[in-house]
């Protein structure tokens, strides 16, 4: 499918937009009022196979987060709209795209990291100029179709996979910034009894603390802050009442996606 690339939006689509958006940043605010001190988690419109227009709506409408999950579509989109949109990458990146993601000179986090091998060509084909923001990716449901690097425990060591992949990247990746995790978790676990805490969320969060932990003793005493990337559509105001930083929302704000042909 080609992606749209035309700018032109209706004022009817722009109101809806900006209607549906004021209503997810509402149902935020409302549940980071626990949070001390109080900061909102960060909206990321996801915009994947939606049209260029839209985004450009949005961006009139002072957003600046927008989140993409394919790269060639990110590729494609982010030259013809402003640069100072701060785009997301929450797609899985392929190695073979990793020279194609750090050519993208707005790429402001690349939400899925999980390999050294994507690391290390990041930091290649960056700029020196250029630093990247990165999450890594955790597979936090264990299903084999979600990426990621497995969670943490308190018996997890400096060896495992996730804290071997953070310390190559504050040692020797100077142009990426570690800046947390993120996790997708599964279908069932945001649809379900939503009574009841989120595994994903308390895996990402448990996680977390536990690379903290690994970091601090490796001399990384800076990282206790690390961020979290979860919650989509369905639960994001549970993901940050269970302490997300950071909402990846698509349907609720741009609707239904087509089938990706
Ligand atoms: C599409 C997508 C989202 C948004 O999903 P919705 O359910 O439409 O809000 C969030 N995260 C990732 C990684 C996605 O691919």
Redesign the pocket.
Known sequence: METDLSLDYTPERRAELEENVAEVLAEIKAASQDITPFKPARLVP?S?IKPASDIKALYDAGHRHF?E?YIQELADKAPVLPNDIKWHF??ALQSNKAKLAASIPNLHLL??LSSIKVADLLQKNLSAEQTLNVYIQVNTSGEDAKSGLPPLTSSSSPSDPLPELALHVIRNCDRLHLLGLMT?GSWDHSHEDMSKPNPDFSCLTETRDQLARILKDEGHESKDELELSMG???D?AKAIKEGSSSV???????GE?PKKQ
């Open positions: 996801i994947k989140g999950n929450v797609g939400e899925t997708i989509m559509s369905a994001y990846r929302v698509g349907t609720k704000i741009f996606r």
